[in-house]
């Protein structure tokens, strides 16, 4: 897709398209580093179980909490690329405010699991490279969707 941008870049004789390529490829890059990062949480999931760890029902309910909050994010960074959509800023920061909010929750979590001695340090590990993989999938699409406001259509 970039190839395909940078070579219609060079040929386009519309305004408007060159206007909107830069665009693309910050979003087609973006894109690129969510997948990247979502590679990361599978890497997560099979160093995990190649290690035979096992996360703690509470562990699992955290992770499973930041999927569906994450999920909510690419869901509405979808829709919003999709249908080529601008977004209220209201609404984006209302985004990032909930998933923050669950993204907080789980880290004190977290920590209240370590402090207690039910998360063992490699468990501990796995766990915090798989939230900040999601926390990094989150903010790509934050990145997209303000990219939406800002006009970038």
Same mark, same amino acid.
């Given at each position: $897709? ?12 519309? %305004?408007?398209?060159?206007? @909107?390529? %830069? ?12 997948? #990247? &990062?979502?590679? #990361? *949480?599978?890497?997560?999931? $099979? ?14 309910? /955290? ?15 979808? /829709?919003? *690329?999709?249908? =080529?959509?601008?977004? /209220? ?8 405010? =909930? ?12 920590? #209240?699991?370590?402090?207690? +001695?039910?998360?063992?340090?490699? !468990?501990?590990?796995?766990? =915090? ?6 926390? &990094? $999938? ?7 969707? !303000?990219?939406?406001?800002? +006009?970038? @259509?």
């Amino acid at each position: $897709i970039t190839t395909f941008l940078a070579l219609l870049s060079r040929t386009a004789s519309s %305004p408007e398209i060159q206007y @909107e390529i %830069p665009g693309f490829l910050q979003t087609v890059t973006a894109l690129e580093h969510v997948g #990247d &990062r979502c590679e #990361d *949480v599978l890497d997560g999931i $099979i160093a995990r179980k190649e290690a035979g760890v096992i996360f703690s029902d509470e562990a699992m309910s /955290d992770l499973k909490y930041l999927v569906i909050a994450v999920g909510e994010v690419v869901t509405v960074t979808e /829709d919003t *690329v999709r249908n =080529n959509r601008a977004l /209220d800023p209201e609404r984006l920061h209302e985004i990032k405010r =909930n998933t923050r909010a669950c993204f907080d929750r789980a880290k004190q979590s977290h920590f #209240d699991r370590i402090s207690s +001695g039910t998360c063992q340090p490699q !468990g501990m590990l796995l766990f =915090n490279d798989m939230s900040a993989a999601f926390l &990094r $999938i989150a903010e790509e699409c934050w990145g997209i969707l !303000g990219m939406r406001i800002r +006009g970038v @259509e």
